[in-house]
């Protein structure tokens, strides 16, 4: 395995950074700087077992550790990792992970080539219409982690390892494997990147955390139809509760409706107006 990133440290943060959330009572989110992973298992139970969902920034092995042996207790070890998608920010520590706990990471089959090291993703699009993170956006990494030989495609069936009563969903638009995961028992969804609740591209909304259910990081999305279905079919679900990869947890009436407001209005209010990815496209 090979991280080219490890090395990598991120010079942006957020007021959320370091602070965790139990959204559930086996569901549990923790911010690193700006970016959500989510802690899923009971910690009243832990001889049912738990995973890790995502793998946060380059440097943050160490943070997440602490934070898994704080929840679960000393040497806490999930039965697996899985992978939302394989940017910087949500697998920026899944080598170093898998190295120190010995256990598999799962991510869809399309996703597989841009987590072991065959292929990049496309560039980020700095002139992309947004704020000033999306005109930086050229400098983040784009290099992707090589887990060649210790990474496998999630279940065929839908069932997500380590997690009864969870399926996870296809939700490419941000990425070709893009994928979301719901319980149906309770409709708590976990929607990575597919829709977030801070605009990513916007310095001071990401920095303080300002509540913004928004479509996908507009820099990062090179399929802007794909990422509009993918809403909808998150929304169609009517989920109660979500973890995004990026800002607040959401809960309740409002945010249901929101998130169908979102799929419903998908073109006009989260299509930005031009961008590489956007032109000739619309």
């Known amino acids: 395995m090979d991280n080219p990133m490890k090395d990598t440290r991120m010079p942006m943060t957020s007021v959320r950074s370091g602070e965790g959330t139990e959204v559930l009572k086996d569901l549990y989110a923790y911010t690193v700087k700006i970016v959500n992973v989510v802690y899923a298992g009971s910690p009243e139970r832990p001889g049912d077992g738990w995973v890790l969902m995502d793998a946060g920034l380059p440097g943050s092995a160490e943070e997440l550790i602490g934070e898994a042996e704080a929840r679960f207790g000393p040497g806490a070890r999930p039965q697996a990792i899985l992978l939302t998608h394989g940017h910087f920010d949500h697998a920026g520590a899944v080598v170093e992970l898998a190295q120190h706990w010995q256990v598999p990471v799962y991510a869809h089959e ?33 290099e992707p982690v ?5 990474v496998h495609p999630l279940p065929a069936d839908g069932t997500v390892p380590g997690l009864p009563g969870w399926r996870w969903i296809h939700t490419p638009g941000h990425t070709p494997g893009h994928v979301s995961f719901f319980r149906d028992a309770d409709r708590a969804l976990v929607a990575g990147d597919a829709f977030v609740n801070v605009r990513q591209d916007k310095l001071y909304q990401v920095l303080t955390q300002m509540e913004q259910l928004s479509g996908p990081p507009r820099y990062f999305t090179p399929d802007w139809p794909s990422a509009g279905e993918s809403v909808r079919k998150l929304a169609a679900l009517q989920p109660r509760t979500a973890v995004t990869g990026h800002g607040e947890p959401l809960a309740g009436e409002a945010f249901t409706a929101g998130l169908a407001e979102l799929a419903a209005q998908f073109e006009r ?11 000739g496209k619309r």
């Open 269 to 279: 209010v989260a299509v930005p107006d031009y961008g590489r990815y956007v032109d």
């Open 110 to 142: 399309a996703e597989l080539p841009f987590v072991t090291g065959r292929s990049r993703y496309p560039d980020a699009d700095p002139g992309v219409e947004g704020g000033l993170l999306a005109k930086i956006a050229g400098w983040f990494p784009n």
């Open 146 to 150: 090589n887990l060649e030989g210790h």
